[in-house]
């Protein structure tokens, strides 16, 4: 099945820097990446996806970029905002459908 | 448009006790999934059904955990008898089912935060 590794765990920003989250996967025939945003103890909210024929994506300050052949993904949020702080997971759909999701970034922006 | 409704929103028990929880998912969604989060991990997907058919419950601890959508619509996730370690975030998500190949956004509710005793 699929593995979905992300880094960092925790990620500390001064208010106004950009924030960037990296995560890799197993199975090649992957084609599926979203990214979710979890505020405490608020539900997963999806902020960005990509699909496997696409490299990159941008919406605003958020943005998502695809490498096949690595077999990685990255979140990238510029210009961040006290409201951008809380944990962001990546995943990847497996070539059965299935959402396998990291373990989670903690990001602090500070003022 | 009404998203994903789960309840209870909390729920307390003692260990050995039964207790269910309840999703709606977003009108219109075939597919609904229920997930297991613990504290500072990503959710982990226990079943995924596909209108009224479970087509993926390899990872439900089938001993004491069930789950069904009878028509199609609302699911229950019932434990029995639960663990201490069943305190976790059960979260159910929805997507429109109709896109193959498994690229489906999917849209999650609230969750139920159960505490076991």
């Known amino acids: 099945g699929e593995n979905v590794e992300q880094h960092p765990s925790t990620l500390s920003v001064q208010e106004g820097d950009s924030a960037v989250i990296k995560c890799t996967y197993s199975d090649s025939a992957s084609n599926y990446f979203p990214w979710y945003k979890q505020e405490l103890g608020k539900r997963p909210q999806l902020i960005i996806d990509?699909?496997?024929?696409?490299g990159e994506k941008k919406d605003q300050r958020i943005a998502v970029t695809l490498n096949k052949t690595a077999k990685h993904f990255s979140l990238h949020i510029t210009e961040t905002q006290p409201e951008d702080s809380a944990v962001y997971f990546c995943a990847a759909a497996d070539s059965w459908g299935k959402l396998q999701f990291g373990a989670g970034t903690q990001v602090v922006v500070t003022p | 448009e009404a998203g994903v409704v789960q309840s209870p929103r909390y729920k307390i028990i003692e260990k050995k006790q039964p207790v269910a929880f309840w999703c709606n998912p977003i009108?219109?969604?075939?597919?609904l999934y229920w997930y297991l989060q613990n504290l500072g991990q990503g959710p982990e997907l226990l079943i995924r059904y596909e209108n009224e058919e479970a087509v993926d419950d390899s990872q439900l601890p089938k001993d004491r955990f069930s789950a069904e959508r009878l028509k199609g619509v609302d699911s229950t996730l019932k434990i029995q008898p639960a663990e201490l370690g069943d305190s976790a975030v059960y979260l159910c998500a929805s997507s429109l089912g109709k896109r193959t190949g498994g690229d489906e956004t999917q849209y999650f509710g609230p969750g139920t935060r159960l505490l076991v005793l």
């Open positions: 009108s219109g969604h075939n597919t």
């Open positions: 990509i699909r496997s024929n696409v």
